[in-house]
């Protein structure tokens, strides 16, 4: 190789090196700034962070934060905070290393007092907790959870019946009772009154008791009563032109009607009520009277009798009485008539029951056919 030829190869390798210098620098630059800021920021990157205690519903740990204040810590921990929580320091809060945060959590209770029922929240973790909280007297209650069950986030049911006072008067006595019952009747029955048969309170007995209340027992004895009634029957009137006006004539007798009632008789501690109807049978119906009622107009003259003293015969037989009958039933009326003498002349029904003047006429009738002799004591008295 001749010594231009070597010459030439090494101005070459000199220039390639210049070349490649640059590109190995700007690969080295980010490196080297990295170790630089590294090196340098140690001292900032150590005072920013800061090792403090978080407490989250009773369960602590100690974790390391950059966060600057609670908020930024609550953020990094992805804690949500609702209304009805509590956080102490208060969010906003400026962090320092050491210091302790508190998260509580709210919990729903749907809360049932003495038989009022409301939703109330606590960050209490336990029934005995919570009733603590929310200031519930609970010494002698009755609770539908022990005071040890663990609240859930989601929350739970809380049922409590205070300790009351009552008095119950029953069977003559008052009593005064402490009791936790959820209804009179179990007050009762703690109280050794309870109910029978058909007893009742002057409260519902499925009523919640209450403070300072007074419950009356009321003794009941009850049977069912069956009477039977009479029913009365209407009249009928219907006219009659065959009878003579004024005549009533019955052609179908009344008949009362009878009704069987079931009624429930009651006592109240001793008192019997006033007996309620249950209900009612028609063992007879009720027939009614059916009366006729004559229209038809008779006349008063009949040839040969008119001039005869009939007052005077009538004076004599009955004194006078139209409705007159003798003793055995068989005569009727001013004249004394026997029903077929009665039915012969034209009339209808009871001779007793027909007019003075109806009677007056049959009875002229009656004289132009057989003379005096139907009246054969008094018959004289029509000639004066």
Request: proline letters at 5%; aromatic letters at 4%.
């Amino acid at each position: 190789m001749s010594h231009s030829q070597s010459s030439h190869r090494v101005a070459r390798g000199r220039r390639r090196r210049r070349a490649e210098h640059p590109e190995a620098l700007r690969r080295l630059l980010p490196r080297a700034l990295v170790v630089a800021f590294l090196a340098g920021g140690t001292t900032a990157f150590i005072a920013h962070d800061k090792a403090v205690r978080l407490t989250v519903d009773g369960t602590p740990r100690t974790l390391h934060t950059f966060a600057d204040d609670v908020d930024d810590l609550l953020a990094d921990e992805h804690l949500a905070i609702g209304a009805h929580d509590i956080v102490a320091p208060a969010p906003g809060t400026a962090l320092g290393s050491g210091d302790e945060i508190v998260v509580r959590h709210g919990r729903p209770v749907v809360l049932t007092i003495d038989g009022q029922r409301r939703t109330v929240w606590t960050t209490a973790d336990t029934v005995a907790g919570a009733l603590h909280q929310l200031g519930v007297r609970a010494e002698g209650a009755v609770l539908s959870a022990d005071r040890s069950r663990r609240i859930e986030q989601h929350g739970m049911e809380l049922a409590v019946r205070t300790e009351r006072s009552v008095v119950i008067v029953a069977d003559g006595r008052e009593h005064r009772v402490r009791t936790n019952a959820a209804t009179v009747r179990e007050a009762l029955a703690e109280a050794g009154l309870a109910l029978r048969d058909q007893d009742t309170t002057s409260v519902p007995p499925d009523s919640f008791p209450r403070e300072g209340q007074t419950i009356s027992v009321l003794r009941i004895t009850g049977s069912k009563e069956v009477r039977e009634e009479r029913l009365p029957f209407r009249t009928i009137l219907r006219a009659d032109p065959r009878l003579a006006r004024g005549v009533r004539s019955v052609v179908q007798q009344g008949r009362f009607g009878v009704r069987r009632v079931t009624y429930r008789v009651r006592t109240v501690n001793g008192v019997r009520q006033k007996p309620k109807r249950l209900h009612t049978e028609i063992v007879h119906a009720p027939r009614p009277q059916i009366v006729h009622l004559g229209t038809m107009v008779l006349p008063t003259s009949v040839r040969g009798a008119d001039h005869l003293a009939w007052h005077a015969l009538a004076q004599c037989e009955t004194g006078g009485r139209p409705n007159a009958v003798d003793a055995s039933g068989t005569y009727g009326g001013l004249y004394q008539f026997d029903s077929g003498t009665w039915r012969a002349l034209g009339g209808r029904g009871r001779p007793q029951d027909a007019s003075p003047q109806e009677q007056t006429y049959r009875a002229k009738k009656l004289y132009i056919r057989r003379g005096a002799s139907p009246w054969p004591v008094c018959g004289r008295k029509l000639h004066g």
